[in-house]
């Protein structure tokens, strides 16, 4: 199971953190090599890829849309999974979304994964 929080309302050029706590997928963070990530979904938008990490660590990805704002990071001792989001947009107000599956390459699209957090909301005014 993938919980997230940390979601909430800011304004145009505040910063939120999230954290996605794994449990019951030490099959997947136990492997040699896994992907997590974060994704988005707007409304009336698809899911896109934000930022991905593989094994914790060992590679990250950026949406160019929030390169040098975003950063992904991941404790490994437990699992769990961070997002730092800084000089936050109003175009940053999405559903943001956990995701994680056993991958040695860790792409941004949505139907590569399997495992799922319920989401947390973010409202950037």
């Known amino acids: 199971q993938l919980v997230e929080s940390g979601g909430g309302s800011v304004q145009a050029g505040g910063s939120l953190r999230f954290s996605c706590a794994v449990s019951?997928?030490?099959?997947?963070?136990?492997?040699?090599?896994?992907?997590m990530g974060w994704f988005r979904q707007a409304p009336g938008g698809g899911r896109e890829g934000v930022t991905t990490?593989?094994?914790?660590?060992?590679?990250?990805y950026y949406a160019d849309s929030v390169k040098g704002r975003f950063t992904i990071s991941q404790d490994n001792a437990n699992g769990t999974l961070y997002l730092q989001m800084d000089s936050l947009r109003p175009e940053d107000t999405a559903m943001y979304y956990c995701?994680?599956?056993?991958?040695?390459?860790?792409?941004?699209?949505?139907?590569?994964?399997?495992?799922w957090g319920q989401g947390t909301q973010v409202t950037v005014s």
């Open positions: 019951g997928y030490t099959d997947i963070t136990g492997s040699d090599y896994y992907c």
């Open positions: 995701a994680a599956d056993h991958h040695t390459f860790c792409s941004d699209y949505a139907s590569d994964y399997g495992y």
């Open positions: 990490s593989l094994s914790g660590g060992k590679s990250t």
